[in-house]
């Protein structure tokens, strides 16, 4: 069974396909985004975190800065120099902040000193005549190149009246002074570090790289504006640097960017993860969705099916008013359609082969009305065959009104085209022309009460009547068969009758003629001088009569080659009737032959129209009792003579009339008389050739009228 799984394969696939897309697309932006977000935290993080560390050491100096200031104002530099170094000394046992101190002169001459690590003689300090220049009040701090760093720290001081009367100096491990930079934010994995004015490194937790020149230039000018990821040891790193105030140098936090970008990477591998899984979530959303959605086609989809397998009476329920319902009932309405369709062309098939298997148009017209009845649903229908203005129903099936149908059918005859009406008692009329060739088919029309005919019915209706009359063609060619055959068999039957006749007619004379001579040639009785002379005239007779014989059959067969032509000439009607009457009268005898001839003149073949004359004369003695008068009568009439040969005899049956004037054709009775058959056809031959004509009124019992015309010669 099929599904519909293109549709929601479809529908699924664009959306996966826009998802992704989407997802692909949000994904790039979010993650470059988010980069730039965290990369902008970190390295405002690494920049707050630096400056914080340079505040810090700017602190730690001051401290300093503040000792020394308290130490020399405690009253160390206000003693005379012996005394203030054993003041210094004494500060310098109070105090643990300084490794050593030094006091110089006014003159920058060292004149005490005290240390707890390195050499503390005054000896040790070289003269410092820059501190004497000094006339402020506050730390003059210095870097040493010695290892380790050591900060040098120094306060001077001056008298009131302006007189510097000492230097306080003291000398801190650098170490001490940039410890800060080692505290806080443990988590962080920068390497933090200070740098001189100059850029080289001056701690570093790295020792070996203490010393290291001009990594950080920007630290010279301060620092940078912001952290930025540079090149450090080939390896991508962000930067941090932030100048301390104090000291002529800077705190540099430096870390790979891979590194600092961790957090964010991690973060932004969880949002794609995420991403990623509310795609697919989303997706299966779309196609359980689009499943449930698509449920109610599917009904829809196997009903398709089973109307292509050509099942019948497919529907399918309709249960909601949406589309999918409306489409519902739109299918069913098609289905219903087809199926009727499909009946009818059934029925059409039927019909026609009903049709094509008859043999006789009566039939053919019966099934064409009750065919168009059970077709159309009709309540009835007509076959009307006749000419166009005036058909006439050969068939009806049901009842109909007779008027409205043949005012129909004559519209539609007179048309050639298929004409619907409406009748008088509201029944819609369908008339289609039935065209059967030259036969003339003639015109269908169906009746109903309740819809008007469709465009559809009037096709079907056109596409039946066009079956029909092939069906009548059919039956015409049969029916023509038929009687072609009749008229062959009837052909061989007379050639076997004549063949029958002449044997029989050449048999009589023949025996006569031999029995005759015999008695002639008889020698042992020889007959009487008298006798002889009888049995030669009875040979002659019958010879004569042999010879009539094989003439007219001669005759006959330049008739059926169409060979006979006329030797026409004026001639008076009177003189060649008596030639006929008198060639006759053997025959004739005493029988009464009344005669009424005008005086005209005939233009006409003497010879044939005499042979016509005595034919006919001989045939009204031959078939009418003897004695019963025999009548000649003729007038003139539409530039003819026409003259009838009258006798009250037998009479010939109507359906015979007309084939007494083909060759061979006698009569049922005829047998017992002597003849072939072949006079009347002579007869109508030479009145043809005389172009003039031959027909016969009869009343069988009462006797034939034999009427011949032939063309009036006027007098000259
Ligand atoms: P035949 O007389 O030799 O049979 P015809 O051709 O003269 O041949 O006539 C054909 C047939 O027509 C006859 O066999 C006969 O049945 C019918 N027929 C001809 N003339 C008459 C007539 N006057 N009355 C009745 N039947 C006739």
Redesign the pocket.
Known sequence: MRRTPALLAKLVAAVLVAGTVTAVAGTLLIWNLARSALQAEVSQGSAALAEELAIRIDGRLEAVADTLRVTATRGALTQPPPAAADAVRATLAASASYDELVVYDADGRPVAAAATRFLATPEDYPPRPGLVAGVTVGPQLAVLDAFPPVLEAAVALERPAGTVVGALLARLPLETVAEPIHQGNPSSTAVRFLVDGDGRILVHPDRDRVAEEQRFPPATAGGLARPTVMDVDGVPSLVAIAPTRLLEGAVVLQQPEAEALTPATRQLRQMTAALLATMIAAVAAVSVAGSYLLRPLRPLADAVARLERGERGVSVDVRTADEIGQLARQFNQMAATLDRRRDEIEELHRLSLLLGSRADRGEVADDIARGATRLLAADASAFLSGDDDNPRPAVLSGSADGRAVRAVAQACAQERTAVTQRGAAGENLLAVPVAAGEEGGGVLVVARAGDAFSDEDVHLAEAFASFAGVALQTVRRLELERALVHELQEAVDRKRDLLTGISHELLTPLTCIESFSSRLLDERDPPRAAERARLAAEIHQQASELDELVTRLLDLVMTERGQRSANTSAVPLRTVVSSAVAALEPVLGDRPVDMDLPEVQVLADPVLLVRVLT?LLS??V??SPPGTPIAVRARQQDGAVRIDVV?Q????EPQAAAR?FKPF???PQ?PTRP???????LAADYVHVMHGTISVDSTPGEG?T?TVTVPYAPQT
């Open positions: 034919n045939n009204a031959k078939y006798d005899g037998i009479g010939i007494v054709w006698r009569g005829e003849g072939m058959g072949v006079g009347l056809a034939s034999f």
